[in-house]
């Protein structure tokens, strides 16, 4: 994790497959975060899947989905293992692929500019559920924004591309024999006259192809580093 950001792998967490909007499972993402031990402000650390969250912020797991993520108790902001991030409070949410909804009511606008609605059999009742406050006291400095309170584990491969050598390739000499024809006028008494008369000729003749040596390459090793963005267990 980036400094300031600890790992976030609470007990119980086993997925980091964030709903998309339209699945099945996004439906219920407004509850399970809202069923979550809000308050909470421990970072207990067993679960098998994880996440980089802010170091002064809470390290929960969803209700029922499973997933990590990490809470600001008092802007009720959280953010999500494939960039995410929202407010309980109000219900705003924006996705790591850029759509935009609101969870309390269920409209949407995906970033191909797609509108819909994700409760087709009517929205949560907010009224029902454990719904947290926000802090609405004055503060030292400002609330961390909700895109800034986690971030997306890092992990780096270090490969080792090995060298190799072609070995030089020599092709020896090689004689092999052309057939000529050739055509000869020799003279032929023809009534008691002379004429020249067309004869035709076979020779074999030999034929020298030239060895050549083709020079061998080396092709150096080399050490690539690569950086990608994932989600990654967390070590025990």
């Known amino acids: 994790c980036a400094d300031g950001y600890e790992i976030c792998a609470p007990p119980g967490a086993t997925s980091v497959n964030t709903p998309q909007i339209g699945s099945p499972d996004f439906q219920n993402l407004f509850i399970n975060i809202v069923q979550s031990p809000l308050p909470s402000n421990k970072r207990a650390e067993a679960g098998s899947a994880s996440l980089c969250c802010n170091a002064l912020l809470s390290c929960l797991v969803m209700s029922n989905l499973r997933i990590p993520f990490c809470y600001d108790r008092f802007t009720t902001n959280f953010?999500?293992?494939d960039g995410s991030y929202g407010t309980v409070v109000g219900g705003a949410y924006t996705s790591g692929k850029g759509d935009v909804a609101n969870l309390e009511s269920g409209e949407y606008t995906l970033a191909s500019?797609?509108?819909?609605?994700?409760?087709?059999?009517?929205?949560?009742?907010?009224?029902?559920?454990?719904?947290?406050?926000?802090?609405?006291?004055?503060?030292?400095?400002?609330?961390?924004?909700?895109?800034?309170?986690?971030?997306?584990?890092?992990?780096?491969?270090t490969t080792?591309?090995?060298?190799?050598?072609?070995?030089?390739?020599?092709?020896?000499?090689?004689?092999?024999?052309?057939?000529?024809?050739e055509t000869i006028l020799l003279p032929t008494m023809v009534s008691g006259s002379t004429i020249a008369a067309t004869s035709i000729s076979t020779l074999t003749v030999p034929v020298t192809i030239q060895g050549t040596t083709v020079s061998g390459a080396t092709v150096a090793g080399e050490?690539?580093?690569?950086?990608?963005?994932?989600a990654a267990a967390a070590s025990s």
């Open 113 to 157: 500019g797609q509108k819909g609605n994700i409760y087709p059999a009517g929205r949560p009742d907010t009224a029902t559920l454990p719904m947290p406050s926000q802090f609405t006291g004055t503060g030292v400095g400002s609330a961390i924004p909700a895109n800034s309170l986690g971030r997306e584990i890092t992990v780096t491969y």
């Open 160 to 181: 080792t591309l090995h060298g190799t050598t072609k070995p030089g390739t020599t092709v020896s000499p090689v004689t092999t024999f052309s057939v000529v024809q």
């Open 223 to 230: 050490v690539t580093t690569i950086t990608t963005t994932e």
């Open 79 to 81: 953010f999500l293992p």
